[in-house]
């Protein structure tokens, strides 16, 4: 079956925060474009596509029953996962006793962090940095330890192994934050790159949370590899996060989930998880979720992939061809660009603020990287048909970047 990734869907007044909160003031939102544009949302991590058809089919047929009350888990719900993980990831000997619900990933990063370190201490992340794990990890009172990444000749982003080791090995780091694929860079790690991090992980005892929530979005070309699965220590030793909401769209049913192969750090997670009663799964949020991996989902899933591929090739070559000075390193996962305009700022005379100001104008709202720790960076998802892609950087050109 071939699915609709090109219409146009007008999200105004639908729950969106993407484009309801445009102009708003609130948060990280963009201020709405000046008369005579319209806008197009390319800040919040979320896709303007209609999800898989078979889950609206499943919320309307289990909203049809009347009633709503308290229930378990289903069969379906785990072998759902189970299935899943095999067909995309290559996971096996995953029992359903090692999954267990989060209301979100950046709760289960908590519930985990909680348990391996206490607060005040001293957590590793990459750098730049998703802006939800320094909020979280800040809230909570943890101490971040950055080690920033660097591009290498070709540009790719890659973890700096020696700094690593460096901070690990005199900072007293026992629990780190890792994001695969990573988010906002768009890398989607090596197997070697995944064991030599590990390595040092085990080296220095240090307890490992790793985000996938992103595991699905691989462009083409790309395969996501577990982290838990690339040694037996990292398989005992790593608390593993995943949703569908990356990969359907699903963020506002809430829901996500944890595999942990160790019982010991498994019961002492799902105890803090338990603990404030409200870690619940919605009735709703499980039958998006077992639609979404049924066999529709994974065809769905192919066919967004190759359009996502489609958008990112043209974005990072019309940036190449037409924005001197702009770098953007090619995303191999995820659906969002993060552009480094130091060099066009300062050849230039603009500041970054001048420079999203101007987009902003002309309805290109995409997001401040500095949230992210790109001093001088933008984040563009570019989860939209590709008619808007293109008029968003027609308008770039014309307006911001070659006035």
Same mark, same amino acid.
């Given at each position: 079956?071939? =699915? ?5 869907? &007008?999200? $105004? ?6 484009? &309801? ?35 609206? !089919?499943?919320?309307? !047929? ?5 009633? =709503? ?14 299935? $899943? !993980? !095999? ?10 006793? @090692?999954?267990? =619900? ?12 909680? /348990? ?9 992340? +990459? ?17 971040? /330890? ?27 780091? +026992? ?6 694929? +990573?988010?906002?860079?768009?890398? /989607? ?14 080296? =220095? ?5 790793? #985000? ?20 037996? $220590? ?32 498994? &019961? ?25 991996? *049924? ?9 967004? *992939? ?15 061809? +037409? ?17 480094? @305009?130091?060099?066009? @700022? ?6 970054? #603020? ?5 987009? $902003? ?6 997001? #401040? ?6 001093? @001088? ?15 968003? %950087? ?6 911001? %970047?070659?006035?």
């Amino acid at each position: 079956m071939q =699915y609709d990734f090109t219409s146009l869907i &007008d999200r $105004w007044g639908k729950d969106a925060l993407a484009v &309801d909160e445009l102009g708003s003031g609130k948060g990280h939102a963009p201020a709405a474009p000046k008369e005579g544009f319209d806008a197009i949302p390319m800040w919040v991590a979320d896709m303007n596509f209609a999800t898989v058809p078979t889950v609206p !089919q499943a919320l309307a !047929q289990r909203a049809s029953h009347p009633l =709503y009350g308290y229930f378990d888990p289903s069969d379906d719900y785990f072998s759902s996962i189970i299935n $899943w !993980q !095999q067909q995309r990831n290559g996971v096996t000997g995953l029992t359903r006793e @090692c999954i267990g =619900y989060e209301n979100g990933v950046l709760g289960g990063v908590v519930s985990a962090l909680n /348990v391996i370190c206490s607060r005040g201490g001293k957590v590793l992340l +990459h750098s730049p940095t998703y802006v939800g794990f320094t909020s979280a990890l800040s809230n909570n009172g943890y101490d971040i /330890v950055l080690s920033p990444m660097t591009r290498d000749e070709a540009g790719v982003w890659r973890m700096d192994f020696e700094d690593m080791e460096e901070k690990l090995r005199t900072q007293n780091i +026992h629990a780190a934050v890792f994001c695969s694929p +990573h988010n906002p860079c768009g890398r /989607v790690w090596e197997r070697w790159e995944l064991e030599r991090a590990m390595a040092l992980f085990e080296k =220095y005892d240090v307890t490992v949370v790793s #985000d996938e929530i992103w595991s699905d979005i691989i462009l083409e070309g790309g395969k996501h590899i577990p982290t838990q699965s690339v040694s037996q $220590w990292a398989r005992q030793n790593t608390v593993a996060l995943y949703a569908p909401s990356k990969t359907f769209n699903l963020a506002g049913l809430v829901g996500s989930y944890h595999i942990i192969y160790n019982k010991r750090l498994r &019961d002492r997670v799902e105890k803090e998880s338990s603990l404030s009663h409200y870690n619940e799964m919605n009735v709703l949020s499980m039958h998006a979720l077992i639609a979404a991996y *049924r066999p529709e989902g994974q065809e769905w899933l192919e066919q967004l *992939r190759r359009v996502l591929t489609a958008n990112v090739d043209y974005a990072c070559g019309y940036i190449k061809d +037409h924005f001197p000075g702009v770098a953007a390193a090619r995303p191999q996962g995820t659906y969002m660009l993060f552009a480094d @305009c130091t060099e066009w @700022c300062k050849t230039h005379g603009k500041t970054i #603020d001048e420079v999203e100001k101007a987009c $902003w104008d002309v309805g290109v709202a995409l997001q #401040d990287g500095r949230a992210f720790h790109g001093p @001088c960076h933008l984040r563009i998802n570019l989860a939209l048909p590709f008619s808007r892609v293109q008029e968003a %950087f027609e308008r770039l050109d014309k307006y911001v %970047f070659n006035v």
